[in-house]
């Protein structure tokens, strides 16, 4: 309303690039989070989990962090009694949980990252 009355543009543009300055703090934050997240949980696999594909599931979280154990077999390229032993042992390691109930088409979050990149929002997850 003041640009529109007073063409007051200068203290539009500097509310605008305010926003733009916290936005971006807040972004490079997450980012640090998100890497120290992957660094632990690396550490965590290379010590804990006896397989080749544990390090390719983790990849794979950070691109689809709601998984089935079907699709990490057809992504990683695996069989699926590997991948459902992977996705398992994420499990036990509280990487990934269960948020789905009963025997079948069972769906995993990656709930630690999913956390990362809602902070700052108010968007629900459902456990």
């Known amino acids: 309303m003041s640009v529109?009355?007073?063409g007051d543009w200068e203290g539009w543009i500097k509310f605008f690039l305010k926003g733009i300055w916290e936005v971006s703090?807040?972004?490079?934050e997450t980012s640090r989070h998100i890497i120290s997240l992957e660094s632990k949980h690396?550490?965590?696999?290379?010590?804990?989990?006896?397989?080749?594909q544990a390090v390719n599931l983790l990849e794979l979280l950070f691109?689809?962090?709601?998984?089935?154990?079907?699709?990490?077999?057809d992504r990683l390229h695996i069989a699926f009694g590997t991948a459902n032993?992977?996705?398992?042992e994420f499990v036990r390691l509280d990487i990934l949980k269960e948020i789905t109930t009963g025997e079948r088409n069972r769906l995993f979050a990656y709930t630690k990252y999913l956390d990362l990149l809602r902070s700052g929002t108010d968007?629900?997850?459902?456990?």
């Open 85 to 88: 032993r992977l996705i398992n």
């Open 4 to 6: 529109r009355e007073k």
């Open 25 to 28: 703090k807040e972004a490079v």
């Open 63 to 73: 691109r689809y962090p709601i998984i089935s154990t079907p699709e990490a077999k």
């Open 42 to 52: 690396t550490r965590l696999i290379q010590e804990q989990v006896r397989s080749g």
């Open 123 to 127: 968007l629900p997850i459902q456990r």
